[in-house]
């Protein structure tokens, strides 16, 4: 299985930001190749997704997000990031990052890998 270790989560008042990464246990050719995207979930709301994205051309935001959020990917590391900006208290969640090799966008969470989470806690 693909290994994704996620990282950067943290607590901060709102309107600060925060850079989450996510590296994955695969070259960076065959991480070039999966799609990727960043979920969140809390005990309260069943697991959302926030960003994703195939390519650096193809991405897609959940609509809370947009604006705010931007999601990117360095292959040659391996890595998958999530840049937040204006975080505000409903930012608040345990953020997961996801990987398939075919399993694209946010309508279905169906993505093979998954990473353990990294908690991010927006305080007013």
């Known amino acids: 299985d693909v290994q994704l270790v996620e990282s950067g989560g943290d607590s901060v008042q709102a309107g600060g930001s925060l850079r989450l990464s996510c590296v994955a246990s695969?070259?960076?050719?065959?991480?070039?190749?999966?799609?990727v995207a960043w979920f969140r979930q809390t005990p309260e709301k069943a697991r959302e997704g926030v960003a994703s994205m195939r390519d650096v051309g193809s991405t897609a935001y959940s609509d809370s997000v947009k604006g705010r959020f931007s999601i990117s990917r360095d292959n040659a590391k391996n890595t998958l990031y999530l840049e937040m900006n204006d975080l505000k208290p409903e930012d608040t969640g345990m953020y997961y990052c996801?990987?398939?090799?075919?399993?694209?966008?946010?309508?279905?969470?169906?993505?093979?890998?998954w990473g353990q989470g990294t908690q991010v806690t927006v305080s007013s």
């Open positions: 996801a990987a398939d090799r075919w399993v694209c966008g946010l309508g279905r969470p169906w993505y093979n890998w």
């Open positions: 695969v070259s960076g050719q065959v991480f070039a190749s999966y799609c």
